[in-house]
């Protein structure tokens, strides 16, 4: 074997060694060294490390902001005994590797597994306190607080020797509802409501519609009974300013009146085709004025 051979084959030792040695730490995760199923250390920090190669392995844990999103549709009972359903979903954060991986396990999904216990009994314990009502409105947002603040005591090991390494950041309701086999029932009787409130609405509306309709049709019997009235005074103070007319003109000359009244009188009787008058002209006056028109000049 020649001198290049001597040192190559250490050479290529080394670097087999090294890169089985070497390991990167992503920055969204801590990286942690085990040696003989014992946590070595934790490296917090990204960048490039090593280990005893064969002898220590390392692993990942996630230090972001992780989401657990609640997975069954368990119902709870509420304090008046109603069936509920929610959907609810956890801020978590891994902040302690080496206490998680000790009493929790070795990855994210055992500690979504154990934390979503703790999250359905936290909901369950807060909502049989509460009424439906306080569910849905008016306290939902002191249950939410209440039960991030009895999960955030569990996994700080305030009701057992062993914390998780864990911080919650938020709980929250997503969801709140009756279950599906009451959900009917209490939709038709909101409908039922609904209705009878619009029929309430509704007839109120038609009672101020008639009222409104018979203080109109008022007005306008009361504008036609004041125009009308207002109609037969000026008519009246007309016809009597043209009966004044009319005297003071047949006044100054009353057989041309006569006369004139006549006339009218013929136009009243037989003006129009079709009229007949059956009369004896020879004996009646109504034709004096016809008979006698020299008489009638004469007066004038």
Do not use: C
């Not at 302690?96 to 597994?113: C, H, R």
């Not at 086999?181 to 008639?210: D, H, P, Q």
């Not at 004139?260 to 034709?287: E, M, N």
Request: no cysteine; net charge neutral; charged share 30%.
């Amino acid at each position: 074997m020649n001198k290049a051979g001597l040192f190559l084959i250490p050479l290529i030792i080394v670097l087999a060694l090294l890169g089985a040695s070497a390991f990167v730490v992503d920055q969204s995760h801590f990286g942690v060294v085990y040696q003989l199923g014992q946590i070595q250390r934790v490296i917090p920090e990204p960048g490039l490390n090593f280990r005893l190669p064969l002898v220590q392995n390392d692993i990942a844990i996630d230090k972001r902001l992780l989401t657990l999103d609640s997975v069954d549709a368990e119902p709870m009972l509420t304090a008046e005994k109603q069936r509920v359903v929610i959907d609810w979903y956890v801020r978590w954060r891994i902040t302690d590797p080496k206490t998680y991986i000790q009493n929790v396990g070795v990855n994210e999904k055992a500690g979504a597994l154990q934390l979503n216990r703790v999250v359905r009994n936290a909901f369950q314990e807060e909502i049989n306190r509460r009424t439906v009502r306080e569910l849905i409105s008016t306290r939902r947002e002191t249950l939410m607080a209440d039960v991030k603040r009895e999960v955030a005591e569990a996994v700080k090991g305030a009701k057992s020797a062993k914390p998780w390494g864990v911080d919650i950041v938020d709980v929250r309701i997503t969801r709140a509802d009756y279950v599906e086999s009451i959900t009917a029932s209490v939709y038709g009787r909101m409908e039922a409501e609904r209705k009878r409130v619009a029929n309430e609405l509704r007839s109120t509306g038609e009672a101020e519609a008639e009222q409104i309709r018979a203080d109109a049709d008022r007005q306008r019997e009361v504008t036609i009974a004041n125009a009308y009235r207002e109609a037969e005074k000026v008519r009246g103070e007309g016809d009597a300013e043209a009966n004044r007319i009319y005297a003071d003109a047949f006044g100054k000359d009353p057989q041309f009146a006569e006369f004139y009244r006549s006339l009218d009188a013929y136009r009243a009787s037989i003006g129009k085709a079709g009229d007949v008058l059956v009369i004896d002209p020879a004996t009646t006056d109504f034709f004096h004025n016809m008979r006698n028109p020299s008489a009638a000049s004469a007066r004038r």
